[in-house]
């Protein structure tokens, strides 16, 4: 693998003060590896608590049919809206960008598919339609991003009302149900022959192309060179425009496709589907070692971190705690993520200096900051 | 020589001063847009104007001013607070119940939410400027907790007009001479802000933060304790947005309040302050708050069917948002252009 | 700023009765691994520019980060009128006299310039109140007394690089200093830019303030100071009165060696590889035109802002042109982004390699390949060792130092990252390479290193277009010169005719030589 992707979600800094090691003495699967080792482990960690303390609590938790277990069964198919838009959202909260109508274009796809579905229009022709309908929502925040240099924030905020806005007027208040059942059991049925969610099977599926497409490929070492230096990267004959408005349509198609699954594990669109999701995705991503400013994160990361916030929930439902106590967690969670490894290293540099006998109120040089 | 220099520079400081005044005038466009538009909106539907009407919208707008106050200053050091909804809903059940319970008198009750309100501020100030963690995703995550603390205190019940003093809600439809005592509330704190942001030496600092935090740092500016005072500020504001909107509305849910973040984000933004920190005011934050409302009020009146609201809603912020950089794109050319060569 | 010495003094006699405003007094200093300082001490005597020179790396922003209470020293102390002094940070040194205006200037772009002179000590009334029109007329008066129009009310953002210095210098009187650090300033400055600058700091000077002048450029240091510090590998090495040490004894203090600079070998001039006709971009240049042939260096030469990175940017396909045309072995060519550019063969090294030129967190081999993986790995998957070893051949080609191609880019010195940029490039297999300001901020060393490189490119065939504001880089390294004047081309000089001051008069915009100057 050839990305030297350091997976800590603290901010950036630069290991030239820190004794002139270098900080990526390899290259490939190992350095993936050893670099992702941080974090990633301390999430298999937490997951291997989480599924400890869900043990305790009822032996119910994990079962042989481990995927069909009432409750870490439930919570997993639950989640896979939000991961899949999660591995979308990764490469662009790694260019710098990040897009936040997301959950909107789920309520818009999914009003999309409804309004065909009921007019007659078979899935097979309005899946691909609502696809279509998303990557035009996607290239539309692109557009904005990069033609205008508006900032993705703003532009995303605007098409989080303006999606849903056009879901409403799509669909209005009523709502469509009453899917083909060939379709329905792909949103909350399983792989025949195993107890394997098909939904499941999906994400996992998406995950390794993006995890290849990523940590493999060329684009993906042109996406970690965007968010690293954007400037350089288009010195360097990136085609940084282009690749960030194609990233952007990827999340507009993968949205779409959530909300077709949202809407088909339900059996039912209304134009509200999605509400409050994105919230969750941007959680994923930063769990699961994504910096928020960019230029770092990893696919296995958040794949983790859906597992370890699946896992989270069905510990806490177990437990009796109601899904908003839930979302308290969660938002705990979050904060904690973020700042333990950073307490981690603000510890190590203290135990630096005692060890080397002073206690003066030192400046460490500013990262990058060139040491004379 | 130098002399050409010296001109050549001061061509480009006029420029300068264009783009000054050019912000400057963002408030007065908006204000502006606001007399047209309300002027095209009251021909087609007289009653837009009316007090009736224009009461309790401009009363809601106010409730939203005043947060995007607080979130303004948040916005100029560079930062975001996404928790404010839930600050809102949770002060606003808070007091709510603490009048329910007849616990405390009804201005003391008030204190507390806006007290409440201070302290959910600090905790944000403190996990950003504290705790260094950047503020999009601390304050997602204390939007679900604050969310989650007032679900723990409602505790499944809610807060009906019975629970309530006598009256309580009246202070919301209250006016003098037309204009809602709210409203009143309002343009006092955006004064005072404003007064604050411009011609107080802390009130630069925000500003400086958000400029270049690295250069405020080299002046010896304490960057993290003015971003502190930025969220904590924030909170005060959205505690007494939420103790109003425990007035406006009387009746209380442990999900009150939700989804206002949006709106009050966008107003921020509509209103001219800039996303990258360091510039806009916060008469421009309470006026595209105003402008908001005011939109979606038209609206209605104007008859546009009832799904193509939130549509119309997110086209004007987008739009609002596209011109502003729109107009700084072409500046900058312009300013490039006009160089000596 | 009082002025305590005897007016009886004799002239260089350093029987002062007061001691300094500012010293060093044997400090070291350490980061980690890098003995940046080894018992240095230094003076700044009022009323006297003082010279600091070295290498990069000999430890001068150290020096200056010291004064600026950035950093603090290990052992030894800084000394202020003859009291060590334990300075906590910026605002300390600055309560106590001390004004440094470092290379990068730090102002708010959002904020007026009046606001950015005073920002941290503006004219507040009661309860912190600030008085705007106060502040502006202060500002005004120091504007004043430099002989600069500035105007105060003005945004600082889309101001010059020369505009802001020149606010930065205004923040430091208006804290009436008593000693002004000056690291660098004159970098990003065009030569008139310079001279108001120099204007500024001898006034200043003749005030009594202490001056401390930091800078590669050894003319300015003759130009401008009285005393000169070398400094080299942390260590000080001399301090002596400009008017007894030459350009030569200050390089080979600064080296501790004999150095030939500028090794150009003879190279074979082919065939016109890039023919550049009457290009255009208003607001930028007008009408320049000018060929590169296979083997041959041509120098652009031209004062900061005279439109050089402006027409290399075209050439580049970052910007586009309004009118002329570009040939390219005889065709047409139009390049609408830097990739199209590349793939044509055309590279450009940029100015300034943190901003445009390196990544940081990827490797030197990840650097490296940057430009070509598209083309390197043609089924999209990357293989590392194929990265590693192409970086390899490179690295020893240039002669990178470094503990291996995975080293982050950000470990290596700035000699070392400009060779990797270059190397970058060179992967690219250009047939055109268009070189901006190569050896700025690069020490003597590496920039000999640099240089030759250059001239063995040449030889190898390439066409190479040098933009360089160091007069005798340009001179010694061209076979032509182009010198632009205000987006023209005022002059085109071949090598045997070449001066200093041919190219200055040109690039000045005069005439000829001998001709009145017109302006």
């Known amino acids: 693998m050839s990305q030297p992707s350091d997976a800590s979600p603290a901010p950036t800094q630069a290991p030239v003060a820190a004794g002139g090691r270098p900080g990526n003495p390899m290259s490939g699967a190992r350095a993936l590896l050893f670099a992702s080792a941080r974090w990633e482990v301390l999430l298999v960690a937490i997951l291997a608590v989480l599924i400890w303390a869900g043990m305790r609590i009822s032996p119910f938790f994990i079962q042989p049919d481990f995927w069909n277990s009432a409750n870490f069964g439930a919570s997993i198919s639950g989640t896979m809206e939000v991961a899949i838009m999660a591995l979308a959202m990764t490469p662009i909260i790694i260019t710098g960008d990040i897009d936040l109508s997301v959950e909107s274009m789920v309520g818009l796809s999914g009003a999309v598919l409804g309004v065909l579905w009921a007019a007659g229009i078979p899935l097979q022709v309005g899946i691909p339609i609502v696809l279509v309908v998303g990557m035009v929502g996607g290239l539309f925040n692109g557009l904005l991003v990069t033609r205008w240099g508006l900032p993705a924030l703003v532009v995303t905020l605007g098409t989080l009302a303006l999606y849903r806005g056009l879901a409403n007027a799509v669909l209005g208040t009523s709502y469509v149900t009453n899917f083909p059942s060939a379709f329905t059991a792909f949103g909350f049925g399983y792989v025949p022959g195993t107890q394997v969610p098909w939904t499941l099977l999906a994400f996992l599926l998406l995950a390794v192309v993006f995890a290849v497409v990523l940590h493999l490929t060329w684009i993906g070492r042109q996406v970690f060179a965007i968010g690293k230096n954007k400037d350089a990267a288009r010195y360097s004959g990136v085609r940084v425009a282009g690749l960030r408005t194609a990233l952007f349509a990827v999340s507009g198609i993968v949205a779409a496709f959530a909300g077709i699954v949202l809407a088909l594990r339900y059996n039912s669109v209304r134009s509200d589907n999605g509400t409050g999701l994105v919230l969750t995705v941007v959680m994923i991503a930063v769990l699961g070692g994504v910096d928020i400013n960019g230029g770092k994160g990893t696919i296995p990361g958040v794949v983790l971190a859906v597992f370890t916030l699946a896992a989270l929930q069905s510990a806490l439902r177990l437990g009796g705690v109601s899904s908003e106590y839930q979302n308290v967690a969660i938002g705990l969670l979050l904060i904690v993520s973020v700042i333990a490894p950073h307490l981690a290293r603000q510890f190590r540099v203290l135990v630096d200096r005692v060890r080397s006998g002073r206690h003066r109120p030192v400046r460490d040089p500013v990262p990058g900051e060139v040491v004379r | 020589m130098a002399g050409n220099v010296a001109v050549a520079s001061n061509e480009r400081s006029r420029a300068g001063a264009l783009i000054g005044g050019l912000a400057r005038s963002r408030e007065l466009t908006l204000a502006g847009v606001i007399v047209v538009l309300s002027a095209i909106v009251a021909v087609r539907a007289p009653n837009f104007l009316s007090t009736d009407n224009l009461g309790p919208v401009t009363t809601f707008a106010a409730i939203i001013a005043i947060a995007a106050v607080g979130e303004a200053l948040v916005i100029l050091t560079k930062n975001i607070d996404l928790s404010v909804e839930s600050t809102i809903g949770v002060v606003a059940f808070t007091v709510g119940l603490i009048l329910k319970e007849q616990a405390l008198p009804v201005p003391v009750a008030w204190a507390c939410g806006v007290g409440l309100g201070l302290a959910l501020g600090m905790c944000n100030g403190v996990i950003v400027a504290v705790l260094r963690v950047p503020s999009i995703v601390a304050t997602l995550g204390t939007l679900s907790i604050f969310r989650g603390l007032c679900f723990v205190v409602a505790n499944g019940h809610e807060i009906n007009l019975n629970d309530l003093p006598d009256g309580y809600t009246n202070a919301a439809s209250q006016d003098f001479f037309g204009v809602p005592l709210f409203v009143f509330l309002a343009i006092a704190i955006v004064g005072v802000a404003a007064i604050v942001l411009r011609y107080t030496v802390v009130g630069r600092l925000f500003y400086a933060v958000g400029s270049n935090a690295e250069a405020a740092a080299t002046i010896g500016v304490r960057s993290r304790l003015t971003v502190f005072l930025a969220f904590a500020l924030s909170g005060m504001l959205a505690g007494v947005a939420g103790v109003l909107w425990g007035i406006n509305y009387g009746a209380i849910y442990a999900n009150s309040a939700s989804g206002q973040s949006l709106a009050v984000i966008a107003g921020v933004v509509v209103g001219g302050v800039s996303i990258a920190g360091g510039s806009g005011t916060v008469v421009g934050a309470a006026l595209g708050a105003l402008f908001l409302g005011l939109i979606n009020n038209a609206l209605i009146l104007l008859g546009a069917p009832q799904e193509w609201l939130q549509l119309i809603y997110g086209a004007v912020i987008l739009f609002a948002v596209s011109t502003d950089a729109l107009i700084q794109l072409r500046t900058q050319r312009a300013r490039a252009r006009s160089r000596i060569r | ?519």
Request: include cysteine; hydrophobic fraction near 45%.
């Open chain 3, 1 to 519: 700023m009082s002025e305590n010495r005897p007016t009886n003094v004799i002239e260089g006699a350093v029987s002062v009765a007061a001691p300094p405003p500012a010293a060093l007094a044997d400090v070291s200093k350490r980061f980690a691994a890098t003995q940046a300082l080894s018992d240095v001490s230094l003076d700044l005597l009022p009323g006297e520019i003082h010279a600091l020179v070295g290498e990069n790396g000999a430890g001068k922003s150290t020096v200056v980060k010291l004064f600026a209470g950035i950093y603090q020293p290990d052992t030894g102390s800084v000394v202020l009128d003859g009291h060590p002094v334990l300075l906590h940070g910026p605002a300390h040194a600055r309560s106590l006299g001390i004004a440094a205006v470092h290379q990068e200037p730090r102002l708010f772009p959002d904020l007026t310039v009046a606001e950015n002179v005073f920002m941290g000590h503006a004219p507040a009334g009661r309860f912190g109140s600030i008085h705007w029109r106060e502040m502006r007329r202060s500002a005004d008066l120091i504007f004043e007394s430099l002989s600069v129009r500035m105007d105060s009310a003005a945004v600082v953002r889309g101001l010059s690089m020369a505009d802001q210095q020149l606010i930065e210098i205004a923040k430091a009187l208006s804290l009436d200093a008593r000693v002004l650090i000056l690291d660098e300033p004159t970098a990003s400055l065009s030569t008139h830019e310079v001279e108001r600058l120099f204007d500024i700091v001898r006034q200043t000077r003749d005030r009594g303030v202490a001056v401390l002048f930091v800078s590669h450029r050894l003319e300015e240091v003759f130009q401008l100071c009285e005393r000169a510090t070398v400094l080299r590998d942390g260590r000080h090495v001399i301090t002596a009165p400009t008017s007894e040490l030459t350009a030569g004894d200050l390089v080979r203090h600064m080296v501790g060696r004999s150095v030939s600079l500028f090794p150009r070998t003879a190279a074979k001039i082919g065939d016109v590889l890039l023919d550049v006709r009457a290009l255009t971009r208003v607001g930028a240049f007008r009408d320049i035109s000018f060929s590169v042939r296979a083997g041959e260096i041509v120098g652009l030469a031209g004062l900061v802002g005279a439109g050089r990175t402006e027409v290399a940017r075209v050439l580049f396909g970052l910007d586009r042109a309004d009118t002329g045309e570009v040939l390219l072995d005889g065709k047409p060519v139009r390049f609408k982004t830097p990739s199209s550019a590349l793939r044509a063969g055309v590279a450009y090294v940029p100015e300034d390699r943190h901003l445009d030129g390196l990544v940081e967190g990827f490797s030197i081999a990840q650097n490296v390949t940057l430009p070509i993986i598209p083309r390197l790995f043609p089924r999209l998957f990357v293989r590392p060792s194929r990265e590693r070893s192409l970086a390899a051949g490179y690295a020893e080609r240039l002669r990178i130092r470094s503990t291996g191609m995975d080293e982050l880019i950000e470990a290596l010195s700035g000699g070392n990252q400009q060779k990797v940029v270059i190397a970058k490039w060179l992967a690219t297999n250009p047939r055109v390479l268009i070189l901006d300001e190569p050896t700025r901020g690069v020490d003597i060393g590496a920039k000999v290193e640099v240089h030759r490189i250059i001239s063995e490119l040449a030889a190898s065939g390439l066409g190479i277009v040098l933009i360089s504001s160091d007069l005798p880089e340009v001179l010694a390294m061209s076979d032509r010169i182009m010198v632009l004047h205000e987006g023209r081309m005022s002059a085109e000089i071949p090598r045997a005719e070449a001066s200093e001051e041919r190219v200055m008069f040109a690039a000045t915009g005069q005439v000829a030589e001998g001709a009145s100057s017109g302006g």
